[in-house]
Every structure is written in C-alpha cells, then in structure tokens.
C-alpha cells in the first residue's frame, strides 16, 4: 500500500489527468489482483487447520498445489490488462482517459506474475507456518526502492530514462517481481523447507482450495468491484473528481492495511484452533481480532474527521478543486471505516471456520443491493456528485459489517456450530 501511495503522490505532481489514468490503472490492477488472490487465501486456512490436527504431512501438497493455481490465475489477469482500453471505452470512460489507463495497464500486465506465484502465494502461505513476519522488512525495503525508482522513472533521474506517467507502472512491475522472488527464496530455504518439500498437486487439494477459495474470491469481488464501479462512476464527472477520489481512497487504504493484517491473523488462528477441536478458542480469536481492526479503524478515522486538510496536502496542492473534493471525501470516509475494519475482519474469521459461501452471498447482498444503487442515485440523479458515491459506499459497508459479525457470532455461539 506504501508503493500505491508513493505512485500517487508522484502522479499527483504531474497534474490531475496523470493522475486520474494513473488511479484509474491502479484501481483496476489491484481489484483483479484482491479477486484472484482471494482464491489463493484458501491456502491459508487450510494449512493452519492441518496444523492444528496434526497432519504436517498434508502441507506440503497444498503448496503446491497453491502454485499451480496461483500459475493459472496469472492468465485471465494478463489478458483483461491488454484490453483495458477496450473495456473502459465500452462502460463510458472519456477516450482520452481510457487510452491513457489501457497504455497504464499494459506496463502493469508485467507485474501479475511476480503478484500472483510470488507474492499472492508466499502471503498466503507463510502465516500459516508462523513465518508470517518476513513479509514486513522485505516489503518495507521493496516500498523503499519503488519510491527512488517511481522518481527516477518519472523524471529521469540518475541516468534512467524519462517515462513520465509510465514511470511507477514500470517500477511497481519490478519492485513487485523483486519482492515475490525474495519471498519465494526465504520459503524455499532454512527451517521453512521441510514445508514445501517436493509433492505432485493432486485433484483433491486443488478441488479443496477451489471449494474454499472461489467464494472467497467472489466475496473479494463483490467489495472490490464496488469501490472500481465508484471509480468509473467518478471518473465520467471528470478528472478532477477521479483525481480526488484516488486520494482520498489511497488515504483510507493505508489505514485499511491494519484490519486486512487482523483479518490474516483471524484466518489463520480461528483455522488452527478449529483443526485443534477448540471452537472456544476459535470464537476468543475472531472477537479479539474483530476488536482490534475496529479499534484501529476507529483511531484513523478520527484523523480523517479532525485533519482531512493534512492529509489531503500530502498528494495534491490545497488550492486545485481536487483537493476540496478530497477533503469532502475523508470526512464521510470518517464515517465508515469503523465498519470497513469489522468486515474486514469478521470476513477472516469466518474463512478460519470454513465458511466462505454464506459470507459472500451476505457480502453480495450488502455491496451490490444495498451500496451500488445508493451510489448511483445519490451520485447522478440526486445531484451530490463523488459525495453522494462515498455515502453509498458508507451504506454497503456499514450492512456488511452488520451481517458478517452477526454470522459470526451465531456461527461461534455454541461449541457444536463451529
């Protein structure tokens, strides 16, 4: 989230169009990319509930079993960026800026790979083996080298070329390719090898993870599809307005990476204590997981509802009419992201139990009934503009943060519905 911030501020500094092709690539590449890994966190949950009953022996399969899904999903990924401008011009985008993002996205089609077998399975996977804490120092050095490289890029700086806009799609692409390939490396080696000792991918383990993981995927979408669908809302209000939607979202989403943490940790300690036969344990791990995404939630969200002005200035100039939409836009998200951490976290809860298909049903219901359809009316017919999109979004989340917990709660009432 770190490289998504740095790539935004520096696209912020070329102006509003830079950045609205810039944030409208970005949104795309990162919705893909939070569907398709969905899938991929299955793993998760399943190697820390083979954990806990015992059964090391299992892990090695569901690695790689993990990898060959995680190989396969890099195609459909790479072709819907090689046809981005044909897609953004078939929903309505103004051409310019659909040209601009197809060109984004072509440079960024280069970095699903490293995203989707390095990254998406190593982060999958090593929490589940308690070696979880790697992933921080590489990926704080790989958001480091993407802020010098995303500079250099753009402006042509220490003797590199000048590619301007196209500077942090190239530098996301290997810094992403740099961190997948060092934590591929670190699995591969050490005391975590006797986990990934060389096992054929069987059928069994590759229908397991896709019973456990296409749900989850899908419940990724339905979220994640929403806040692109907001984005290609905004973005026909022109740039501008998209330009400030990507601020204020980069904002709250540097926030969000806490519950997302929390909601690993729910995954994988719910998951064991499920494989263990303890479901007092699973429910005392899911609450305390739930309390503290909201807790944390709770902390940014009163900067946001104190300070937007300080926020706002670290991407774009106070005085541009981005910027005072952007202001507008993190005092409502003040008011949401209490429910963005518990739906966050109650959702990894509820995948350490098993339960990923009711979970999306409710998630689908909540986006998509409830959140989408007040975004549409408040944006374009009641006249609130990117507003009136923000306070829809506050609605879905707010549903599914209700519904999630709630299932939950029932699902951990008693020892025998765990």
């Known amino acids: ?144 080298l993407n802020a010098v490289l995303c500079y250099a890029l753009i402006g042509g700086h220490f003797g590199f070329p000048a590619w301007g806009f196209l500077g942090p799609a190239i530098a996301t692409t290997v810094i992403t390719t740099g961190i997948a390939l060092a934590l591929t490396v670190f699995t591969h080696t050490g005391s975590r090898a006797a986990f990934v000792a060389r096992a054929r991918p069987r059928a069994a383990e590759l229908a397991a993870l896709l019973r456990l993981g296409v749900p989850i995927g899908a419940t990724f979408a339905v979220e994640t599809t929403l806040f692109l669908a907001v984005a290609l809302l905004i973005g026909t209000l022109g740039a501008e307005a998209l330009a400030a939607q990507q601020t204020a979202l980069v904002a709250i989403s540097v926030a969000f990476m ?10 994988v300690r719910v998951g064991h204590a499920i494989g263990a036969c303890d479901p007092l344990a699973a429910r005392r791990a899911g609450l305390a997981a739930i309390g503290l995404g909201a807790a944390a939630e709770a902390a940014f ?17 106070p005085a541009t009419q981005a910027a005072s939409i952007a202001l507008t836009l993190l005092r409502i998200a003040a008011v949401f992201q209490l429910a963005d951490g518990i739906q966050c976290v109650a959702a990894g809860a509820l995948r350490g139990l098993g339960d990923t298909r009711t979970p999306f049903i409710l998630a689908a219901l909540g986006y998509w009934a409830v959140g989408f359809p007040a975004c549409w009316f408040l944006t374009l017919h009641a006249g609130f503009g990117p507003a009136g999109a923000w306070c829809g979004l506050a609605a879905g989340l707010m549903t599914v943060a209700i519904l999630l917990t709630r299932r939950f709660l029932r699902r951990t009432a008693h020892p025998s519905s765990a």
Request: net charge negative; charged share 5%; hydrophobic share 60%.
């Open 1 to 144: 989230m770190a490289m998504g911030a740095t790539d935004t501020a520096f696209l912020g500094a070329l102006g509003p169009d830079a950045l609205a092709a810039g944030s409208l690539g970005t949104s795309v590449e990162i919705t893909t990319l939070v569907i398709l890994q969905g899938v991929l966190a299955a793993l998760s949950a399943l190697v820390a509930q083979a954990r806990g009953a015992g059964n090391g022996a299992a892990i090695p399969g569901l690695y790689w079993s993990g990898a060959l899904l995680a190989g396969l999903l890099v195609l459909p990924a790479m072709l819907l960026f090689q046809h981005a401008e044909t897609l953004l011009l078939a929903v309505g985008e103004p051409p310019a800026l659909a040209q601009a993002t197809g060109r984004f996205l072509s440079v960024l089609q280069w970095s699903v790979p490293g995203a989707m077998v390095g990254t998406g399975l190593q982060r999958a996977f090593l929490p589940a083996i308690d070696a979880g804490w790697v992933i921080f120092p590489i990926t704080l050095i790989g958001a480091l």
């Open 258 to 267: 806490i519950p997302l943490g929390l909601s690993q940790a729910a995954n």
């Open 301 to 317: 969200a009163a900067l946001n509802a104190i300070a937007p002005g300080q926020v706002v200035r670290l991407f774009l100039d």
